[in-house]
């Protein structure tokens, strides 16, 4: 890769992967719409580590307190009253909320990649889902936050999440979606689908990681470095400006923008 690919990959990477845009349909879409190769599994893992490293430090004094109740909760405890503690049930949602994807990610897996990455679908996906996220942004009724969720919602939450595997779907905006249709708050909403990432991320990149030591080649490490940096600083920001638009604004210019790019790619390609 030149540099200007690997700045452009690390920021596209770094902004889409917690806006409700899809990240994986921008990474398959910058290649084809340019003459550059494909990044390779090294820089996939690379910048999805980035994002991994920025949503950790953002919500690290969150995290320390989830990781802690959670510890405390299965100290000789049920789950069920490892829970009576906001911190421990919310640690406990994210994992239990999790596992929808990773099945249906190990089962579908290689379907996935060969057979499900054509424009036309992102596009399909793009404009579907983002009339399903202005519905429940504009239809919410209630105003809970991530702490106030149930068993029932996170379990719900996380089968919407599993169809983010479909490039144009979007992982951050099927569950905030999902969320607001359950009655929480935009900002509520997406603060837990950015603290679902951290498992999926971790699992994803995981997979990617067990592929790379199957088919090892030289590492531009300098190259690898760089887009570990530069995704980090711009999903951080991301993040942080992300929640405070939100709330003024709400989710409307997201869903202008899918529709507009899965409109353009059908016209581009259909």
């Given at each position: 890769m030149d540099w200007l690919q690997v700045v452009v990959l690390s920021v596209v990477q770094g902004l889409t992967e917690f806006l409700p845009v899809s990240s994986s349909a921008h990474l398959i879409l910058v290649p084809v719409l340019t003459d550059w190769t494909d990044q390779g599994l090294v820089f996939d893992v690379a910048v999805h580590l980035g994002s991994l490293l920025a949503v950790v430090c953002y919500f690290r004094h969150d995290l320390r307190r989830m990781a802690t109740s959670w510890l405390l909760s299965l100290r000789g405890r049920t789950l069920r009253h490892g829970t009576d503690d906001p911190d421990a049930r919310l640690a406990w949602w994210v994992l239990l909320a999790t596992i929808p994807v990773c099945l249906a990610g190990l089962a579908l897996h290689d379907a996935i990649e060969q057979s499900m990455r054509s424009p036309l679908l992102i596009s399909g996906g793009l404009i579907v889902f983002g009339v399903l996220l202005s519905?429940?942004?504009?239809?919410?009724?209630?105003?809970?936050?991530?702490?106030?969720?149930?068993?029932?919602?996170?379990?719900?939450?996380?089968?919407?999440?599993?169809?983010?595997?479909?490039?144009?779907?979007?992982?951050?905006?099927?569950?905030?979606?999902?969320?607001?249709?359950?009655?929480?708050?935009?900002?509520?909403?997406?603060?837990?689908?950015?603290?679902?990432?951290?498992?999926?991320?971790?699992?994803?990149?995981?997979?990617?990681?067990?592929?790379?030591?199957?088919?090892?080649?030289?590492?531009?490490?300098?190259?690898?470095?760089?887009?570990?940096?530069?995704?980090?600083?711009?999903?951080?920001?991301?993040?942080?400006?992300?929640?405070?638009?939100?709330?003024?604004?709400?989710?409307?210019?997201?869903?202008?923008?899918?529709?507009?790019?899965?409109?353009?790619?059908?016209?581009?390609?259909?």
């Amino acid at each position: 890769m030149d540099w200007l690919q690997v700045v452009v990959l690390s920021v596209v990477q770094g902004l889409t992967e917690f806006l409700p845009v899809s990240s994986s349909a921008h990474l398959i879409l910058v290649p084809v719409l340019t003459d550059w190769t494909d990044q390779g599994l090294v820089f996939d893992v690379a910048v999805h580590l980035g994002s991994l490293l920025a949503v950790v430090c953002y919500f690290r004094h969150d995290l320390r307190r989830m990781a802690t109740s959670w510890l405390l909760s299965l100290r000789g405890r049920t789950l069920r009253h490892g829970t009576d503690d906001p911190d421990a049930r919310l640690a406990w949602w994210v994992l239990l909320a999790t596992i929808p994807v990773c099945l249906a990610g190990l089962a579908l897996h290689d379907a996935i990649e060969q057979s499900m990455r054509s424009p036309l679908l992102i596009s399909g996906g793009l404009i579907v889902f983002g009339v399903l996220l202005s519905y429940a942004d504009w239809g919410r009724r209630s105003g809970r936050s991530e702490y106030q969720l149930t068993l029932r919602d996170a379990m719900l939450i996380g089968l919407a999440q599993a169809l983010a595997l479909i490039p144009g779907t979007s992982r951050s905006g099927i569950t905030i979606t999902a969320a607001l249709l359950l009655g929480m708050s935009r900002e509520g909403a997406s603060r837990f689908s950015f603290l679902l990432s951290i498992p999926v991320i971790v699992l994803a990149s995981g997979l990617e990681i067990v592929g790379l030591l199957q088919s090892p080649g030289d590492i531009d490490w300098l190259a690898m470095a760089t887009g570990v940096a530069l995704s980090g600083l711009s999903a951080y920001l991301c993040i942080h400006y992300f929640l405070a638009f939100i709330k003024r604004i709400g989710m409307q210019p997201f869903v202008v923008y899918r529709i507009v790019l899965g409109l353009w790619l059908l016209w581009i390609f259909g």
